[in-house]
Structure formats: C-alpha cells, structure tokens
C-alpha cells in the first residue's frame, strides 16, 4: 500500500496545476487543429447530415478569433456568473457563522444510536459549506466520538468521508452544481448551441444518493472501521483531548429559530409565486418543466441564502450596521479568486475547442465507434464512472477535472442520445468517491492531522487503510443505485432522463 501511495503521490506531483495544464491543452488544440484542417479531416453529423470540417487556429481567422475573444471568452463563460451569484449568498451565510452552528446541531446534539448516520447527513449535506465542512466536522466528529465513549478516529474517519465521498451528494443545491451545470452547458454547445443544463437537472438522484450514502457508510464505520481501530488503535482510558466541546449561546439558538422561520415563509412565497397556473414563472403550457422558474433557481438560491444569512447574522450581533452585508459577501467572494483565474485559463481552452469544430469531430468520431463496437447502455455507464474515479485520484480538483472531461465525452454521448445532465451525474459519482483515498486532495493531511491528535503516531497507511472500504462502498453502493434508478424509469431531475429522446 504504501508503494502504491508513493507511486501516486509522484505520479500527481508531476501534474502541472490545472491553470497551466489548460493552458498546455489550449496549445495542444491550436496545433492539432493546424494539422488536421491541413489534411482536410472531417467527418459526417449523423443527426444534422451535414460535414464538419476542423478548422485550424493558426489560420487568419483563427488568429484572429483568438485575439478578439480573450476577454468574451472569459466574461461568457457560463459557470463564471453562476458561481460568483451563488457564492455572494452561500456567502454570507456562512461568513455569519450560520453554516458551523447548523454542523454543531446536528452532530453534537445526535442520539448516541443514530450518531454515525447524522455525521454522515451533516458532512454530506455539509458540502453547501466548502472547505468549512472538513475544518469544523472532522475534529467535531472525532470529539463527540470521544465523548460518548467511541473511537474518536472512527469519527473523523465518518467525517472525512462524509465531506469527501460524498461531497457531489446533498439535500441541497450548492456551488458545486451550478458549476458543473454551467461546464455542462458550454460543453453540451459544442453539439446543440440551444442547449442548457440547469443546477438542479441531477437534484432528484443527488438528493436520495444522500440517504443511500449515508446507510452505507454508517455500516462501514459501526461494522468495519471502528471494529478495526479497536483493535489496530486502542485509546488509552486516561487519554484526554484538548477540544472543548461547543454549546450555543442563546444568540445562536434565537437565530437558528428565526433561520427556520424565514426558511418557512421563503419557501410559502416561492409556493404563492409559482402555483397559479397563470404564474409568469410557468411555462406556455402551464408546466414547470421546463420553465423560467427551473432557470431562475440560481437568483432564488441568492435570495435564500442571503435571507438567513441576514436572520442569523442580525440575531447573533454579526452584522451590526448594513455596511457589514456587502463585506461579507466580498469576503467570501475573495475565496474564488483561484478558481477565477482557473476559469480563464479554461474558458480560453473550450473557447478554442468549439471554434475549431475539433469537439464535434471527436464527438461524432467517438460516438460512431461506440456505436459501432457495441459499447453502449449500462457498461459503458460503469466504465465511465471508473474512469472518473481513477482520474480523481490524480486530479482531485472536479471542476478542473470536469472542465477536462466534459468538452470531449459530453458531446460525444450526446451523439448516441445520452442527456448531458445524465453524463454529469455519471461523472458525480466518480468525482466523489475517491476524493478520500488521494494524497493529492488537500484535505488529505488535514484528516491525517486531526486523527494524530488523538494516535500521534498514526501514519499515512493507517490513514489510508480506515478510509479504503469508505471508498470502494461509495462508489459500487453509488453506482449500483443509480443502476437500480436507471432500471426503474425514473427522471434524474425535472424531466431529465438518461437518454434525451
């Protein structure tokens, strides 16, 4: 195990960061489409009939089109504005602290018989809350563990894999899917330039992959992981942590009831607003799929969070004066700067990839050689999640590593009739997984570091070893369910199938 770890880690060293790996590739697809637009490659639409011919960027207009649209190319970028919105309101509400008492409450305050099950709800579900949820879960966990007289690794392990395994699950909608919604969206264009794939296209399968992930880790870890620690890594009786465990002060408390509240006349709203069949937010029919209310979820999801992070903040002294809202929304919204300038190294490589029609050719390529060997249906779903689950070990960044995918197997299983939000929810569960068991994750050594508060002399393999089964379990219980979601017809998000027709 620990040659293999080794091997990774080196293996991952060597990879660039992303913004420079897009760059390369950027570089990479105005060469090739120099080489093949030379040759005249081209190949054949099957749904349109019509030849798609590569077009070269070190052409006059290719020149040309790569120096006007360097900024276009950023500021349409359509994960860019979905983001930077959802994050302005996710925000504050977290930068009030609301996010940390709402993972205190539902840990710390869980029945001692149904404590795995709530860690694995609150880090799963947590992941609304970003890096928050590794930093406040993981040594809450492990101290609430320790308190009931359990095995405080067990606990961090729980978390761990709560906040990593699970992190593309959640109850909620969270950053996470309008951003991969808005990749999905500009690589699905690549095909169709009407297409639109909206945050909540995975919310039905996401939101019930919640309950299913959290059964099967608290098997692992009450059957598995805690057995084994028992005996691996006994606690001494007379061993002490120095974590303090949280109360609330009465301020919280009043502010967690009025955030319930205002959940509540939010969602009455939003009920009043969209159930007259002659709402605005209907479409021509009277329906809701699709309709401006499932494009307007992202401003909704704003108000939301803006809304409790206005309660909380008001009722617990966190915002005093209104000059507070504005900087903590600036606050949160200097966390993205990396993926900002990520963003623009990537929005200039699909940019690239579109225009030089080299995404349609590999797409209708791609498609007529799965088509051709047989390759479709339910093996070609498990080999896709494998591969993603591979890929995350060495690039544990998913909207790197979905930036990377989606331009090229987007299009090309469009093209044998896969809906691009069912690609994306494929790749969700890959993405997820084995975010625990990469060296390369971030989060990586800040578990290993919690868990050697309670072992110091806890390593890497042992590290490794806890979360292993957490792993493997998420990804075949994952994959499994969506293969018993698929068997049974039914819809992964409003009116989203796995085929589009």
Not at 339 to 361: C, K, P
Request: proline share 6%; with cysteine; glycine share 8%.
């Amino acid at each position: 195990m620990q040659s293999v770890l080794a091997s990774i880690e080196r293996v991952g060293n060597k990879l660039p960061h992303p913004f420079i790996l897009f760059t390369i590739l950027a570089v990479v697809v105005v060469v090739i489409s120099a080489l093949l637009a030379a040759f005249g490659v081209s190949a054949v639409n099957p749904q349109t009939g019509d030849t798609v011919y590569v077009q070269s960027l070190l052409s006059g207009d290719g020149v040309e089109f790569m120096l006007t649209s360097v900024v276009s190319n950023f500021v349409n970028f359509p994960p860019l504005g979905l983001i930077l919105v959802v994050m302005f309101g996710i925000g504050l509400a977290d930068k009030v602290g609301l996010m940390s008492t709402l993972m205190q409450v539902s840990v710390a305050k869980a029945p001692p018989s149904l404590l795995t099950f709530c860690v694995f709800m609150a880090g799963i579900c947590g992941s609304i809350a970003s890096d928050a949820n590794y930093l406040i879960l993981i040594p809450l966990a492990a101290m609430v563990y320790h308190s009931v007289g359990r095995h405080p690794i067990a606990g961090a392990a729980a978390a761990y894999a709560a906040a990593g395994a699970g992190f593309d699950a959640s109850l909620f909608i969270t950053v996470g899917d309008a951003l991969f919604a808005g990749i999905t969206t500009e690589a699905a264009r690549l095909v169709d330039p009407d297409a639109y794939v909206s945050p909540v296209d995975n919310y039905y399968f996401v939101a019930c992959s919640v309950f299913v992930l959290a059964i099967a880790g608290t098997l692992i870890i009450d059957k598995v992981v805690e057995p084994r620690l028992t005996r691996t890594l006994p606690m001494s009786k007379d061993f002490k942590t120095d974590i303090i465990k949280p109360e609330l002060t009465p301020a919280e408390k009043r502010g967690l009831k009025r955030v319930g509240f205002a959940t509540l006349i939010y969602l009455a709203l939003i009920l009043i607003a969209v159930l007259p069949e002659a709402s605005p937010l209907r479409n021509e029919e009277g329906g809701l799929i699709p309709s401006p209310f499932l494009r307007s979820l992202v401003p909704l999801m704003f108000g939301y969070f803006v809304t409790i992070g206005l309660v909380y903040g008001i009722t617990t002294g966190k915002i005093k004066t209104s000059r507070d809202v504005p900087q903590r929304m600036a606050e949160s919204a200097s966390d993205l700067a990396p993926t900002l300038v990520l963003f623009f190294a990537i929005a200039q490589f699909i940019a690239y990839f579109r225009w030089s029609e080299l995404g349609q050719y590999i797409a209708i390529e791609g498609s007529n050689i799965l088509q051709s060997t047989g390759f479709t249906g339910l093996p070609l779903v498990g080999a896709f999640i494998a591969m993603s689950a591979v890929l995350n070990v060495f690039m544990t960044s998913g909207s790197a590593q979905w930036a990377l995918m989606a331009p090229v197997f987007v299009p090309m299983l469009m093209m044998i009739d896969f809906d691009p939000a069912f690609v994306l929810a494929m790749f969700r569960i890959g993405d997820s997984s084995t975010n625990i068991i990469s060296p390369m994750s971030p989060y990586f050594s800040v578990a290993l570091v919690y868990m050697q508060r309670y072992k110091p002399d806890m390593g890497l393999g042992t590290l490794i070893a806890t979360m292993l089964p957490l792993a493997v379990t998420f990804l075949l219980a994952w994959s499994t369910f969506l293969m018993f979601w698929l068997a049974m017809g039914w819809p992964i998000g409003p009116g989203v199938y796995m085929m589009a027709n």
